[in-house]
């Protein structure tokens, strides 16, 4: 699985909206990019995922360069119970999940 | 409904102890999971586990074994529990392997403190 590589952290204001750069330039053509978060204390939470196009859904939206090697999970309107790590993580749809690992993720914190 | 279930939720004991956590996961989905987060919060797989296939992490020492009693449970048995044991345990699952996109789904952790 090709590796990932995020910013430790990041602030945000509450309703504004948050991207969040994910790089992975090692990316092979049929390997998807995942995006989870853990809040605090919790278990990681599956937020979105994608191969080629951008993807929305009720939680966020990720956007992914045209040559793949970079994503962007964009929350649109951050509120305070965003704050949490962001993992990125890219894995193909064969290859099982015991050879794939959550990196450091990015601190996401949203401020008042 | 709770979707993956972890048993119990904070475990105190004594080193060289051995001890047990129990997962279960009413999604119907084939695969289980075994994750590590220590006190730096990476989160690492320990366990990948179907009715065909079991993934170690060639790391994790073999003190640790996962025991799947049927699809729906994985429980994580730790024998001569060490310090360095310490940490949070989350159990999480998915659909089949190979099936294509497999997002995960976690449970809410279980907090090991060896003393």
């Known amino acids: 699985d090709a590796k990932t590589t995020q910013p430790p952290s990041m602030d945000c204001a509450e309703g504004r909206a948050a991207n969040l750069p994910c790089n992975h330039s090692?990316?092979?053509?049929?390997?998807?990019v995942y995006w989870y978060r853990q809040i605090h204390s919790q278990g990681p939470q599956y937020i979105i995922h994608?191969?080629?196009n951008n993807e929305t859904n009720e939680m966020a939206s990720l956007i992914i360069t045209e040559d793949r090697k970079s994503s962007t999970l964009i929350l649109p309107h951050a509120t305070l119970r965003d704050t949490a790590v962001y993992y990125c993580?890219?894995?193909?749809?064969?290859?099982?999940?015991?050879?794939?690992?959550f990196g450091d993720g990015t601190t996401l914190t949203v401020k008042p | 409904d709770t979707a993956v279930s972890q048993t119990p939720k904070y475990l105190v004991t004594q080193m060289g102890n051995d001890k047990s956590i129990k997962c279960e996961q009413n999604?119907?989905?084939?695969?289980m999971y075994w994750y590590k987060q220590d006190s730096k919060k990476f989160l690492k797989i320990m366990f990948s586990?179907?009715?065909?296939?079991?993934?170690i992490n060639e790391t994790v020492p073999n003190r640790f074994s996962p025991k799947s009693p049927d699809k729906a449970h994985l429980n994580l048995h730790i024998n001569s529990l060490e310090l360095g044991d310490s940490a949070v345990y989350f159990c999480?699952?998915?659909?089949?392997?190979?099936?294509?996109?497999?997002?995960?789904?976690f449970g809410p952790g279980t907090r090991l403190t060896v003393l």
């Open positions: 999480a699952s998915s659909r089949e392997e190979g099936t294509g996109v497999n997002e995960q789904f």
């Open positions: 090692t990316i092979s053509g049929n390997e998807y």
């Open positions: 994608g191969l080629k």
């Open positions: 993580i890219v894995r193909g749809p064969n290859t099982n999940a015991g050879k794939s690992t």
């Open positions: 999604l119907g989905h084939d695969t």
């Open positions: 586990y179907n009715n065909k296939e079991l993934i």
